[in-house]
């Protein structure tokens, strides 16, 4: 059964820095495309970032672009969102989504929420 | 970058209406065009990919047509289970998408 579990939600300042995880199980991580789709509070879904299966491409929204850093490890099937600079619009639940090739986002994990307020 | 809009933002319906969603993109984005279903507190559920295949699993009352700009999510029959939130997405772009959503509630 494919499983994404995210990690590392909670709630930080505005300018702090958070580190989001993604827990994959159940297929062949290191074959697929991983994503972050965010979703603030009452609104529709943005997606975030993107990373090609082998760390080759990374793909950024402009409203995170020189803010947020998507990396992976495929030996630890492991997904990773490093968020610098937090802004208060920055607060949203965050999933983790698998594509593969142009494909649409087929396994969601269930969010973690991020919160920047002072 | 791809824009998507869609049509209605809500509507109101009652159970065994047909009901339809329109989804348009500001440029040609062939038939990569996928539609999700969203309940309160859930995350997206992938209904129809590639514009018209339905997901393994989701209901056969649901169907998708359409291909470069524009495109249609039908409910032949609305189930009281289908009340909730929907959303186009495209994926011809390395930047991806999606549209604002169409909320279908209770008349």
């Known amino acids: 059964e494919v499983q994404l579990v995210e990690s590392g939600g909670g709630l930080v300042k505005p300018g702090g820095s958070l580190r989001l995880s993604c827990a994959a199980s159940?297929?062949?991580?290191?074959?697929?495309?991983m994503n972050w789709v965010r979703q603030a509070p009452g609104k529709g879904l943005e997606w975030v970032s993107s990373?090609?299966?082998?760390?080759?491409?990374?793909y950024y929204a402009d409203s995170v672009k020189g803010r947020f850093t998507i990396s992976r490890d495929n030996a630890q099937n492991s997904l990773y969102l490093q968020m610098n600079s937090l802004r208060a619009d920055d607060t949203a639940v965050y999933y983790c989504?698998?594509?593969?090739?142009?494909?649409?986002?087929?396994?969601w994990g269930q969010g973690t929420l991020v919160t920047v307020s002072s | 970058d791809i824009q998507m809009t869609q049509s209605p933002s809500s509507l109101s319906a009652s159970v065994g209406d047909r009901v339809t969603i329109t989804c348009r993109a500001s440029q040609s984005i062939s038939s990569y065009l996928h539609w999700y279903q969203q309940k309160p507190g859930r995350a997206p559920n992938l209904l129809i990919y590639a514009a018209s295949t339905l997901q393994s699993g989701v209901p056969s009352r649901f169907s998708g047509s359409g291909s470069g700009t524009d495109f249609t999510l039908t409910i032949s029959s609305l189930q009281p289970e289908d009340f909730a939130t929907y959303y186009c997405q495209q994926s011809y772009s390395t930047v991806f998408t999606f549209g604002p959503g169409t909320k279908v509630d209770v008349k």
């Open positions: 989504a698998r594509t593969y090739d142009r494909k649409p986002f087929d396994y």
């Open positions: 990373i090609s299966s082998s760390s080759s491409y990374m």
């Open positions: 159940g297929f062949t991580f290191s074959s697929y495309n």
